[in-house]
């Protein structure tokens, strides 16, 4: 049976969490997206998924690997931003308070999609 409280020294993984802002350029005056990391270096426990999951989308079979994150509570954490890691750029799916042990950590359901 795992433990009710989190392990904190499980917490080796170092997260960028990023969100989409829009840039106006210089040139024509149109909007553009880009992603601003808006916290490095969050503490954060990788959890294993459980397995991969492929699709078909038109003609083209696609593969996506569920990712899930643990980390300490923050407020500006949305669905619609993202998570850098070790070079890979995940999108955020899901933020999940894990309330067993009283808000104090999120845990970050992402993908990789590819």
């Known amino acids: 049976m795992p433990p009710l ?19 106006t350029s210089t040139g024509n005056g149109f909007s553009t997206a880009a992603w601003a990391a808006y916290a490095t270096g969050v503490e954060a426990e990788y959890e294993e998924p ?16 569920p990712v899930a994150f643990r980390i300490r509570y923050r407020a500006d954490v949305q669905p619609m931003h993202r998570v850098v890691w070790k070079g890979l750029t995940l999108q955020i799916a899901a933020v999940i ?18």
């Open 50 to 65: 459980p397995t991969g999951v492929e699709a078909f989308e038109g003609s083209a079979v696609t593969a996506e690997l």
């Open 97 to 114: 308070p894990v309330v067993r042990v009283g808000n104090r950590f999120l845990r970050l359901r992402c993908s990789l999609t590819q």
């Open 5 to 23: 409280a989190p392990r904190l020294g499980a917490m080796r993984e170092r997260l960028t969490l990023q969100r989409n802002t829009l840039a």
